[in-house]
C-alpha cells in the first residue's frame, strides 16, 4: 500500500508540472503576442485556458481521492493540500496570461504607443518566479521558495517604475494616448498579480517544508 501511494505521489507531482509548463508557456505566448503584435499567439493563450482548467479539476478530484482513500498525515497531508493551493495559483495566472493576451489584441489594432522594453523585464521576472515556485515546491527546496519571495519585491518596484511612466510621461502629458496606455498599465497589473501567486506557491513550500507560515509576514524570513 506505500508503494503505491509513493506512485500516487510521483503521479501529482506529474500534474503540477505538467499544468505549469502549460501555464509558462501562456505567460511567454501572451507575452510575445504583445511585443510581435500577433494575434494568432493571443488567440492561442486563450483557447489554451480550457486545457488548463480541466487539468486544475482533475489534479483537484485527484487529491481529494488520495486524501479520503489512503488518508494522509503530516508532510504527506501538507502537500497534497498544498498541490491543490498551488494548482489554484497556477490556474490563476493561466487566467492573467488570458488577460494579457486580450490587451495584446486591443493594441493590435492601434499604432504602437512606445518600445516595450520595461514590460518584457517584468514578463522575465515573473516567469523566473514561476518556475523557482514550482521547482520549490516539487524538491521541497526552502532556500529556493525564499529567493522566490524575495524577488516580489523587485516585481513590485518595477510596475511602480512602468506605470509611473505611463501615466506620467504619456496619459497626462497627452490625454489621446489613454486608449493605449491604459492596457499597457493592465498588462503590467496582470504580470505582477502573476508574481504574486507565484510567491503565494513559495511561502506555501514554506510552510509545507518547515511548518512556518509567512504569508503576508515575510520579515519571518
Not at 487529491?63 to 498525515?73: N, Y
Amino acid at each position: 500500500m506505500e508503494r503505491i501511494f509513493d506512485e500516487e505521489l510521483k503521479q501529482l507531482r506529474q500534474y503540477i508540472l505538467t499544468m505549469a509548463s502549460l501555464v509558462e508557456e501562456a505567460i511567454f505566448k501572451s507575452i510575445e503576442a504583445l511585443k510581435q503584435r500577433d494575434k494568432s499567439l493571443a488567440e492561442a493563450v486563450i483557447a489554451s485556458d480550457k486545457k488548463i482548467d480541466e487539468l486544475e479539476n482533475k489534479i483537484d478530484e485527484f487529491c481529494l481521492d488520495l486524501i479520503a482513500l489512503r488518508q494522509p498525515v503530516a508532510q504527506d497531508l501538507r502537500f497534497i493540500t498544498m498541490a491543490m493551493q498551488s494548482d489554484a495559483d497556477l490556474e490563476r495566472m493561466a487566467d492573467l496570461a488570458v488577460d494579457i493576451a486580450q490587451r495584446a489584441e486591443e493594441l493590435i489594432a492601434q499604432p504602437p504607443l512606445k518600445p516595450l522594453i520595461d514590460i518584457p523585464k517584468l514578463a522575465e521576472i515573473a516567469q523566473k518566479m514561476v518556475k523557482e515556485a514550482i521547482d520549490a515546491f516539487i524538491n521541497k527546496d526552502v532556500e529556493l521558495a525564499k529567493k522566490v519571495v524575495f524577488a516580489d519585491r523587485e516585481a513590485d518596484a518595477l510596475r511602480d517604475l512602468i506605470q509611473k511612466e505611463l501615466i506620467y510621461d504619456y496619459m497626462v502629458k497627452d490625454g489621446s494616448t489613454a486608449p493605449r496606455a491604459v492596457p499597457l498599465i493592465l498588462v503590467t497589473r496582470h504580470l505582477e498579480r502573476i508574481c504574486d501567486h507565484a510567491t503565494n506557491i513559495a511561502e506555501d513550500v514554506i510552510y509545507m517544508t518547515d511548518a512556518k507560515m509567512v504569508r503576508h509576514h515575510p520579515e519571518k524570513l
